[in-house]
């Protein structure tokens, strides 16, 4: 089956920029998407199809897809921004399952 | 707006089955597929399976084939997630997830753009 590798966690300060890398086997040729997920609630999409964002996510967030790492790009890092964030593709390579990756948890210093 | 409500916790024993709802608002209900996603304590998320429900038609992750089931009630725009031989593995929160797509193929599905808000479900003796 596929797998997505996600870092454990990323720590960055306010105001900077935040880098979460996906990697997986040939992800280039795969649509990514991204979930931010907030401490007790449910996830929410902020980025689709690798760099499209859903509206009402801010500009700050924004996508890339080449090779085998997917990365989602959090700018001028906020507190509210601190959560986990997984990526999910959909995999063909038996059947047609969703895979996530692990998750990265964003702590804001 | 778009609403995904799901029935509240549960707590079952070993062996036993638990029936999730997902009560839909807010866009046309048989135009869209519902997803199952599940949470188990601590992060990491897993994808349970699909249903159109328009037309009924589901796909199940292999992992839970012959233990999970998923119907829906069109006139009342709810779908269920049915779970059985609950093991203490199981334990988790369960999402319905909206199908941004519309609805999903058998190799076609898009991503989640609208969630429930989760339904703890806790398998113990």
């Known amino acids: 089956s596929y797998v997505l590798t996600q870092p454990p966690s990323v720590s960055v300060a306010p105001g900077q920029t935040a880098t979460i890398t996906c990697g997986g086997n040939?992800?280039?040729?795969?649509?990514v998407h991204w979930y931010q997920q907030r401490p007790g609630q449910a996830p929410v999409l902020v980025v689709y199809g690798d760099s499209k964002r859903p509206s009402g996510i801010p500009e700050r967030f924004s996508g890339s897809n080449s090779g085998n790492t997917a990365t989602l790009t959090i700018s001028r890092v906020e507190a509210g921004d601190e959560a986990d964030y997984y990526c999910?593709?959909?995999?063909?390579?038996?059947?047609?399952?969703?895979?996530f990756g692990s998750g990265t948890q964003v702590t804001v210093l | 707006q778009v609403q995904l409500v799901q029935s509240g916790a549960e707590v079952k024993k070993p062996g036993a089955s638990v029936k999730i709802s997902c009560r839909t608002s807010g866009y046309t209900f048989s135009a869209y597929a519902i997803h199952w996603v599940r949470q188990a304590p601590g992060p990491g998320l897993e994808w349970l399976g699909w249903i159109n429900a328009g037309n009924g038609v589901t796909a199940y992750s292999q992992k839970f084939q012959g233990r999970v089931t998923f119907t829906r009630d069109t006139s009342a725009r709810i779908v269920y997630m049915e779970l059985s031989g609950l093991r203490s593995e199981d334990t988790a929160v369960y999402f319905c997830?909206?199908?941004?797509?519309?609805?999903?193929?058998?190799?076609?599905?898009?991503?989640?753009?609208?969630w429930g808000q989760g339904a703890l479900v806790t398998v113990s003796a």
């Open positions: 997830a909206r199908d941004f797509g519309g609805y999903c193929t058998a190799d076609t599905c898009s991503n989640f753009d609208h």
């Open positions: 040939n992800i280039g040729a795969k649509s």
């Open positions: 999910h593709v959909w995999d063909t390579s038996s059947g047609h399952s969703a895979v």
